[in-house]
């Protein structure tokens, strides 16, 4: 949903109403503007300042007054809300396309994930068409979304979770490794991958060893491949 204009904007931050982001248009100001930007950073939602034009062609009009929002489907959680307990996050790093990231929550809820955690930037976020391809999950599994993937990752290591990435360059086939408790599940975004620096956090990094010439899968078929193996092997287990 796309909310455009003084009003709309504001009212929607003071309520609290899950928000993908906020646009403003570069050059503009005023008081009341400048209410809508100290909202956007205490709830720590995204803020970003855009062309005019940019926000014309988004809200589909000129009459935005210089500020558009875009709408979440859910809302999201933080790492503190999802660590008690947990015994699997699955992190994505970068994963764009809307409907990918729907296949994983909906995956990541039925092999028994705790949460699944996305980055704020170069990544999909919870629009309707991620709602939609995640068929009723999102109603049941928490969605983290962290400003820099490597301090979250260092973040869980430190409380002594073990990371596992996912990559057709890993050096332990998938179904041999040996999980540790609880556990974090790496997947790389679409085309490059893992980033280099969210790889070196990894403890190891596993391979799905495919029979075709083609190496790499599509990263929700990874998703399901290795979570639920970790699922079959009874790691989804309580303690």
């Known amino acids: 949903m796309i909310l455009a204009g003084i009003h709309p904007v504001a009212e929607a931050?003071?309520?609290?109403?899950?928000?993908?982001?906020?646009?403003?248009?570069?050059?503009?100001?005023?008081?009341?503007?400048?209410?809508?930007?100290?909202?956007?950073?205490?709830?720590?939602?995204?803020?970003?300042?855009?062309?005019?034009?940019a926000l014309d062609r988004l809200a589909g009009t000129a009459a935005h007054q210089g500020v558009v929002a875009l709408g979440a489907s859910q809302k999201y959680r933080t790492l503190e809300d999802v660590m008690e307990g947990a015994r699997l996050l699955v992190f994505l790093d970068g994963v764009e396309d809307p409907h990918n990231l729907g296949a994983v929550i909906r995956t990541a809820h039925a092999a028994g994930?705790?949460?699944?955690?996305?980055?704020?930037?170069?990544?999909?976020?919870?629009?309707?068409?991620v709602a939609k391809a995640a068929a009723g999950a999102l109603e049941h599994l928490p969605i983290v979304r962290v400003g820099n993937l490597n301090r979250a990752l260092d973040q869980i290591k430190n409380q002594g979770v073990a990371v596992y990435g996912v990559d057709e360059r890993g050096t332990?086939?998938?179904?041999?490794?040996?999980?540790?408790?609880?556990?974090?599940?790496?997947?790389?975004?679409?085309?490059?991958?893992?980033?280099e620096m969210v790889r070196k956090r990894c403890d190891a990094v596993m391979r799905i060893p495919t029979a075709g010439k083609i190496s790499s899968l599509n990263v929700?078929?990874?998703?399901?491949?290795?979570?639920?193996?970790?699922?079959?092997?009874?790691?989804?287990?309580p303690r």
């Open 113 to 129: 994930a705790d949460a699944v955690v996305i980055p704020e930037r170069r990544a999909a976020g919870l629009t309707d068409v």
């Open 13 to 53: 931050l003071r309520a609290g109403r899950p928000l993908e982001r906020v646009l403003v248009a570069k050059g503009a100001g005023g008081p009341r503007l400048q209410e809508i930007i100290d909202l956007a950073r205490h709830g720590s939602i995204p803020l970003r300042f855009e062309p005019r034009p």
């Open 172 to 195: 332990v086939d998938y179904d041999q490794l040996e999980y540790g408790s609880p556990a974090a599940v790496v997947l790389g975004g679409e085309g490059k991958g893992m980033h």
């Open 220 to 237: 929700s078929v990874a998703a399901g491949i290795v979570l639920f193996d970790w699922k079959r092997r009874g790691a989804s287990r």
